[in-house]
């Protein structure tokens, strides 16, 4: 159990793309976030599908080669534990000053190419998202970097991590401190399958440079 093989697939990943869990002094099964409890460690693929899978199967048990406890909510208690990091380094980074708010300077930092992505709330408009998108489309066409969106978090939980009120849309800027947000932002929006704005966003650039291409 050295290795990192998903004990779901069989098959091995780098360490982003999977998440670690170790047995406690109960006997419980419990997730290993950051990768640095004591102990024996096993890995599932970083997604809840996969956790929910090596739970209902009970293949703890199996990797461990012991009887264990399975929390009844493992998935939910992973993805709790995911939000609260990515939150967590959001909010240092509103300290660190690498926060912009609000749909008007999101715009702006994302049309100068400040902006490394962009947040939205679940309660945020079709029209308020729809205007950063168009900014995020026009800033690839002249050349400008893929700034990806996420609507992971409330407008409550996002304003309580930022130091605000009726936080609708945030935009992390480029920097260490927008990195370190990043890198978790990203590993819980693949534990929760994804975000399909970003893939209908890329989809639509894709399409409009294929009808650039065809009309040269």
Request: proline fraction near 3%.
């Amino acid at each position: 159990m050295n290795d990192r093989t998903c004990i779901v697939t069989r098959r091995q990943a780098e360490p982003d793309e999977l998440i670690r869990f170790v047995v406690g002094p109960d006997s419980a099964v419990v997730p290993d976030i950051k990768k640095n409890l004591p102990g024996r460690g096993c890995w599932v693929t970083a997604d809840r599908l996969h956790i929910d899978k090596a739970a209902a199967k009970n293949l703890f048990a199996r990797a461990f080669k012991a009887q264990v406890t399975v929390p009844t909510d493992l998935g939910g208690m992973v993805d709790g534990l995911l939000s609260r990091s990515a939150l967590g380094m959001l909010g240092l980074a509103r300290k660190a000053g690498a926060i912009a708010l609000g749909a008007t300077k999101v715009e702006s930092a994302v049309r100068g190419g400040l902006a490394l992505f962009v947040l939205h709330a679940t309660e945020a408009s079709d029209d308020g998202v729809r205007k950063i998108s168009q900014a995020r489309r026009a800033t690839v066409h002249l050349g400008g970097p893929a700034i990806l969106a996420y609507k992971l978090f409330s407008e409550a939980e996002l304003s309580l991590a930022l130091g605000g009120t009726n936080v609708i849309h945030a935009a992390v800027l480029a920097g260490d401190a927008g990195r370190a947000v990043q890198k978790r932002m990203v590993a819980l929006d693949r534990y929760r399958g994804g975000s399909p704005d970003d893939l209908a966003m890329l989809a639509a650039v894709a399409d409009e440079d294929d009808a650039a291409e065809d009309m040269e």
